[in-house]
């Protein structure tokens, strides 16, 4: 029954927040400010996490197959394929849930209970389009780089650490990673990025937006915020990957 | 002119506001007093319909504000100049942005002249060479008085004050009091200010509204109520040794 509540409440939302833009001028500039606090600022955690995936990947993937049977190349494939499929997509989708949703979800909560949320409604703006569609259109926008992004430091993650600690050739990861491509792959984790960026930013605007209470509350509801994101990545993801590629 | 007929809120059960009727007029200072508790706060909010009242009518001049949808709404809220009990200002934009949101939002002015328009609203409320900074930077009184220049940004057609001179020295006070005074006349505004403080009330209450446990009590003028028997009101009114002091002469 709380749940039923809780989607009903969510529709209204995202009904409130997919209005016109009071002033189209505003609305690009909030956009440009959320790509650099979302976006931008999240090139350094979502490297950083790439590069040592991307790693340990192909090590344990060199350790797994080290049968004499198996083809050299088939080390950076695998590499490359979980990277593109599920790590580069997902993965940093929970990363960026934790990091972006709690953001999210704190800042449109303080708001809240300051009474600043009110303040804007009082001027005749709709609070909720005003806070919310930049942070979703930024996400939605930029996320995609970060994927791509991802993807690259992930793989050279991979050969770097693969090489130096010879777990694998240098020639027989290059080929690997070339070997079999698919592109359709990429285009899969940017849907699923795309999708995946949706839900961080309306799960944690909705639970920042309708806090009651004080700084207790606007902590709990960013707590609520992570990890209900985390579960509908996890959720949608199912989904998608079957939609996609079954 | 705003008026309220019979209206009651309730939270879960908990009446906070039990049918109120009042009228509001135009060109003058509106007080709503009464000690804390009393229900002022939900009665504003209620009133510019941040709180969805249970039972009765608001109306703005010819709208009836309660039965209209959000368009609708958003049409009397651009007429609406507001300061909030706890000032309320955006932490992520600086004083003068404060002052420049409903500006930006609204108007047509150019650059220059809505930064020239800030600084006239700043002056008024004496904020000088503060433009720049944010509001985790400036005192507490400071935030008030830059609220009220965010509120009569627009030159509104109503002024909601909740409390504008808590947490002011009583000089600051009275130029606040006598700023929304002055432009409430100037303007032709309707005023609506709540409060606690006697001195306001005595300096630049047209019409006073005593609100007792979210009922409208008593309502007159500064020259009546110092005359009331009303019990309640004058228990509220000479909880001063000074006012005491001047009613009794004791
Ligand atoms: N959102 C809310 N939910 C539940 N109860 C509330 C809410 N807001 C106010 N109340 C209750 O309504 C009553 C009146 O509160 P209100 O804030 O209007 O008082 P006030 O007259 O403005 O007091 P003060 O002078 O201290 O600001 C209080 O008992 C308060 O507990
Ligand atoms: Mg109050």
Same mark, same amino acid.
């Given at each position: 029954?709380?749940?039923?509540?809780?989607?009903?409440?969510?529709?209204?939302?995202?009904?409130?927040?997919?209005?016109?833009?009071?002033?189209?001028?505003?609305?690009?500039?909030?956009?440009?400010?959320?790509?650099?606090?979302?976006?931008?600022?999240?090139?350094?955690?979502?490297?950083?996490?790439?590069?040592?995936?991307?790693?340990?990947?192909?090590?344990?993937?060199?350790?797994?197959?080290?049968?004499?049977?198996?083809?050299?190349?088939?080390?950076?494939?695998?590499?490359?394929?979980?990277?593109?499929?599920?790590?580069?997509?997902?993965?940093?989708?929970?990363?960026?849930?934790?990091?972006?949703?709690?953001?999210?979800?704190?800042?449109?909560?303080?708001?809240?209970?300051?009474?600043?949320?009110?303040?804007?409604?009082?001027?005749?703006?709709?609070?909720?389009?005003?806070?919310?569609?930049?942070?979703?259109?930024?996400?939605?926008?930029?996320?995609?780089?970060?994927?791509?992004?991802?993807?690259?430091?992930?793989?050279?993650?991979?050969?770097?650490?693969?090489?130096?600690?010879?777990?694998?050739?240098?020639?027989?990861?290059?080929?690997?990673?070339?070997?079999?491509?698919?592109?359709?792959?990429?285009?899969?984790?940017?849907?699923?990025?795309?999708?995946?960026?949706?839900?961080?930013?309306?799960?944690?605007?909705?639970?920042?937006?309708?806090?009651?209470?004080?700084?207790?509350?606007?902590?709990?509801?960013?707590?609520?915020?992570?990890?209900?994101?985390?579960?509908?990545?996890?959720?949608?993801?199912?989904?998608?990957?079957?939609?996609?590629?079954? | 002119?705003?008026?309220?007929?019979?209206?009651?809120?309730?939270?879960?059960?908990?009446?906070?506001?039990?049918?109120? +009727?009042?009228?509001?007029? *135009?060109?003058?200072?509106?007080?709503?007093?009464?000690?804390?508790?009393?229900?002022?706060?939900?009665?504003?909010?209620?009133?510019?319909?941040?709180?969805?009242?249970?039972?009765?009518?608001?109306?703005?001049?010819? +709208?009836?504000?309660?039965?209209?949808?959000?368009?609708?709404?958003?049409?009397?809220? *651009?007429?609406?100049?507001?300061?909030? *009990?706890?000032?309320?200002?955006?932490?992520?934009?600086?004083?003068?942005?404060?002052?420049?949101?409903?500006?930006?939002?609204?108007?047509?002015?150019?650059?220059?002249?809505?930064?020239?328009?800030?600084?006239?609203?700043?002056?008024?409320?004496?904020?000088?060479?503060?433009?720049?900074?944010?509001?985790?930077?400036?005192?507490?009184?400071?935030?008030?008085?830059?609220?009220?220049?965010?509120?009569?940004?627009?030159?509104?057609?109503?002024?909601?004050?909740?409390?504008?001179?808590?947490?002011?020295?009583?000089?600051?006070?009275?130029?606040?009091?006598?700023?929304?005074?002055?432009?409430?006349?100037?303007?032709?505004?309707?005023?609506?200010?709540?409060?606690?403080?006697?001195?306001?009330?005595?300096?630049?209450?047209?019409?006073?509204?005593?609100?007792?446990?979210?009922?409208?009590?008593?309502?007159?003028?500064?020259?009546?109520?110092?005359?009331?028997?009303?019990?309640?009101?004058?228990?509220?009114?000479?909880?001063?040794?000074?006012? *005491?002091?001047?009613?009794?002469?004791?």
């Amino acid at each position: 029954m709380r749940l039923v509540e809780t989607i009903g409440l969510y529709i209204l939302f995202l009904k409130k927040v997919f209005a016109r833009p009071q002033r189209g001028k505003i609305f690009f500039q909030e956009v440009v400010k959320e790509v650099d606090k979302l976006g931008l600022k999240s090139i350094g955690i979502v490297s950083i996490i790439s590069f040592f995936m991307g790693a340990v990947i192909t090590i344990q993937t060199a350790y797994n197959t080290e049968n004499p049977f198996l083809p050299a190349y088939l080390v950076g494939l695998a590499a490359r394929d979980s990277i593109l499929l599920e790590f580069s997509s997902t993965i940093v989708a929970l990363i960026l849930a934790g990091k972006v949703g709690s953001n999210i979800a704190s800042e449109i909560g303080t708001m809240r209970v300051t009474e600043q949320i009110d303040a804007i409604e009082i001027m005749g703006v709709n609070s909720a389009n005003h806070l919310v569609l930049p942070k979703i259109t930024a996400a939605v926008l930029f996320n995609p780089f970060l994927c791509i992004l991802s993807m690259g430091v992930g793989i050279l993650g991979g050969w770097l650490v693969g090489v130096s600690t010879g777990a694998v050739l240098s020639q027989d990861y290059i080929d690997g990673v070339q070997a079999f491509f698919i592109p359709f792959y990429i285009t899969y984790g940017i849907i699923k990025t795309v999708v995946f960026a949706f839900l961080i930013t309306t799960i944690s605007a909705y639970y920042g937006y309708y806090v009651e209470g004080g700084s207790l509350e606007v902590g709990q509801s960013s707590t609520k915020a992570v990890v209900f994101s985390s579960v509908m990545i996890l959720l949608f993801n199912l989904l998608l990957t079957q939609l996609l590629l079954s | 002119m705003i008026k309220v007929e019979n209206i009651s809120k309730a939270f879960v059960g908990r009446p906070v506001l039990k049918n109120i +009727t009042a009228e509001f007029e *135009q060109g003058k200072t509106n007080l709503i007093i009464g000690q804390s508790g009393s229900g002022k706060t939900v009665l504003l909010k209620s009133i510019v319909g941040l709180h969805d009242i249970d039972e009765g009518n608001i109306y703005y001049d010819d +709208t009836h504000f309660n039965e209209i949808g959000f368009d609708e709404k958003k049409k009397i809220r *651009q007429k609406i100049g507001m300061l909030f *009990q706890g000032g309320a200002l955006f932490d992520s934009a600086t004083v003068e942005e404060n002052v420049m949101f409903p500006l930006n939002m609204f108007s047509d002015l150019s650059v220059e002249e809505k930064i020239e328009r800030a600084n006239f609203c700043l002056a008024r409320v004496n904020i000088v060479n503060a433009n720049k900074l944010f509001p985790s930077e400036i005192s507490g009184g400071m935030k008030k008085r830059v609220a009220i220049a965010r509120a009569i940004a627009l030159n509104p057609t109503y002024l909601f004050c909740d409390e504008p001179n808590s947490g002011l020295d009583p000089k600051t006070s009275i130029v606040i009091d006598n700023l929304i005074k002055e432009i409430t006349e100037e303007y032709n505004i309707t005023t609506l200010v709540n409060t606690h403080d006697m001195n306001s009330v005595m300096g630049i209450g047209d019409k006073i509204i005593f609100i007792y446990e979210g009922e409208k009590w008593w309502e007159g003028t500064k020259e009546e109520i110092l005359q009331s028997d009303n019990n309640e009101l004058n228990e509220f009114v000479f909880a001063s040794k000074l006012a *005491q002091k001047i009613r009794y002469g004791k």
